[in-house]
């Protein structure tokens, strides 16, 4: 006991909870803009889609090539390839801000095809029903196919958030800030088991919460 109280007492707390705090803005930043733009770019992929509302190949073809060619390219080399990207949007390709452009570009294909998948699972009886009364394609999309996938939405927003969890740890190998950074400053290069233990834990942590979080709200907006 004695030993453990020693090791708590030489771990600077003060910049852990800093490192704690970057990582916590990068993921509601990242999260925030990757909802943003990959629930729309879902609803394009599904409404493009074979035998679906608009069904346009050419258009679904070419937007779901880009989509699996951003999301099968390896974070660690997207964080390099976009370092000059990132530089020109937030004038720095470290710290929080450095590491918010790759972490969006990483996660919304990825949610996007996630959103997509929500939407297939929707009952097709439900899309008839309303374009049997007159609906345009817009009011089927915000009536009918959205309120009716939200869970599953929802669902897919908690996997996003984890995978940029470990993103954002990743981030800290290119001086990506928050807990993946001081790992690798703290932990790694000087040897500090101490310090990467608790980088570890903090992340097992804050994922609980997220699947915690978004567990209850899949049960919340589920009509089954």
Do not use: C
């Amino acid at each position: 006991m004695d030993v453990l109280l020693q090791v708590l007492q030489a771990v600077d707390w003060p910049e852990i909870g800093l490192a704690t705090l970057d990582t916590l803005l990068m993921l509601g930043a990242s999260l925030f803009f990757t909802a943003l733009a990959g629930l729309p770019l879902g609803v394009l992929l599904f409404l493009t889609g074979p035998r679906q509302l608009l069904g346009q190949p050419a258009v679904y073809g070419a937007v779901s090539f880009a989509v699996n060619v951003l999301r099968s390219l390896p974070f660690i080399i997207l964080l390099i390839l976009m370092i000059p990207v990132t530089v020109k949007l937030t004038g720095t390709s470290l710290g929080v801000a450095g590491a918010i452009p790759p972490l969006v570009v990483a996660t919304t294909p990825f949610f996007a095809r996630l959103v997509e998948t929500a939407l297939r699972e929707v009952d097709r009886g439900i899309i008839e029903a309303m374009l049997a009364t007159g609906a345009t394609t817009r009011q089927v999309v915000f009536w009918a196919l959205l309120p009716e996938a939200l869970p599953g939405i929802i669902a897919g927003l908690t996997v996003t958030a984890i995978t940029l969890v470990a993103y954002t740890a990743m981030s800290g190998v290119i001086g990506g800030g928050g807990l993946g950074d001081l790992a690798v400053r703290f932990g790694y290069q000087r040897f500090r088991t101490d310090v990467m233990v608790i980088t570890v834990v903090l992340l097992l942590v804050l994922v609980q919460l997220l699947q915690m979080a978004g567990d209850r709200l899949v049960h919340r907006f589920s009509r089954k």
